[in-house]
């Protein structure tokens, strides 16, 4: 048994009788009221998004999970085609599956696929990637009445916040759980 206060991203639990994975949570403590624990979650068997708070103490059943290492290869409209390097055996998963991975995944990334009863149920990339910097302005020497940092959009669409020194064609070490910039690659 795990309780509210206890759940993190990517955890998986059940509740009335669903099998639920964590994609958000939120503690929250009111001045006058107790606790309470915000979760936004996505049922494993259908896909439906679920957003709901739950007292702390709340106790969900902790659900296991199979994880296998595989390797983006390509898409092909809406499917996306993964490599599992042990047997050479690729699979294509659908778009509303891989959309989180996305803006992290390029060809031959290594990522990582959750089963849970031999139904793939999320893709996960790995913690840190390395992509390069597409589009950027220019940073304008003594330039400090701004903040420090400036949008860059990456080889894969995403945009990051990044430091005023950083320019095109330069790659960073991004990280996948935050989004954000961690350092020069």
């Known amino acids: 048994m795990i309780s509210a206060s206890e759940l993190r991203k990517g955890m998986c639990f059940e509740w009335n009788g669903q099998i639920m994975t964590v994609l958000d949570f939120q503690h929250n403590k009111h001045g006058r ?39 983006y290869l390509y898409n092909d409209g809406d499917l996306y085609y993964f ?20 803006p992290y995944m390029l060809e031959n990334t290594n990522v990582i696929v959750r089963f849970f009863k031999d139904q793939v149920f999320s893709i996960v990339p790995p ?5 390069e910097v597409k589009d950027t302005e220019p940073a304008i020497q003594g330039d400090t009445t701004k903040t420090s940092f400036k949008p860059a959009t990456m080889e894969t669409g995403l945009v990051v916040q990044v430091p005023l020194f950083i320019g095109n064609g330069e790659k960073i070490k991004i ?9 020069r690659a």
């Open 33 to 71: 009221g107790g606790a309470v624990v915000w979760i936004k979650m996505r049922n494993v068997q259908t896909g439906a998004n679920v957003e709901n708070t739950f007292n702390p103490t709340d106790k969900f059943e902790k659900v296991q999970f199979v994880e296998k290492e595989m390797t």
């Open 83 to 102: 490599m599992d390097p042990e047997t050479f055996e690729q699979t294509p998963y659908n778009k509303s599956l891989v959309e989180e991975c996305l």
């Open 127 to 131: 913690l840190f990637v390395v992509l």
């Open 175 to 183: 990280d996948t759980r935050t989004g954000e910039y961690v350092e």
